[in-house]
Nanobody, 113 residues
Framework: QVQLVESGGGLVQPGGSLRLSCTAS????????MGWYRQAPGKQRELVAY???????NYVDSVKGRFTISRDNAKNTVYLQMNSLKPEDTAIYYC???????WGQGTQVTVSS
């Protein structure tokens, strides 16, 4: 099992930016798929973006061109840069290893004026 700790959430106005970070308790980023998910109130958790070792990033259509997933293997950290944020991006954002094998505790992102 791997512990994942997210940070970087907060309150931002529409059009603003946030960068989320997810740090793993051990060196796994070069081995496993790492993904960001989100869950809005009353909705199911959805996959937002993921990145595989040696692979290209993948995004859900609703965030393409606005969000960027990246990783720093040396820091055991995966990032989600979120630009041009919209109210509908409001959710708890979770980091996950290998499509749900491990989860972080989540970080709240609220987009509101």
């Amino acid at each position: 099992q791997v512990q994942l700790v997210e940070s970087g959430g907060g309150l931002v106005q529409p059009g603003g930016s946030l960068r989320l970070s997810c740090t793993a308790s051990r060196s796994i980023l070069s081995i496993y798929i790492m993904g960001w998910y989100r869950q809005a109130p009353g909705k199911q958790r959805e996959l937002v973006a993921y990145i595989a070792p040696g692979g290209s990033p993948n995004y859900v259509d609703s965030v393409k061109g606005r969000f960027t997933i990246s990783r720093d293997n040396a820091k055991n950290t995966v990032y989600l840069q979120m630009n041009s944020l919209k109210p509908e991006d409001t959710a708890i954002y979770y980091c996950s290893r290998n499509m749900g094998a491990d989860w972080g505790q989540g970080t709240q992102v609220t987009v509101s004026s």
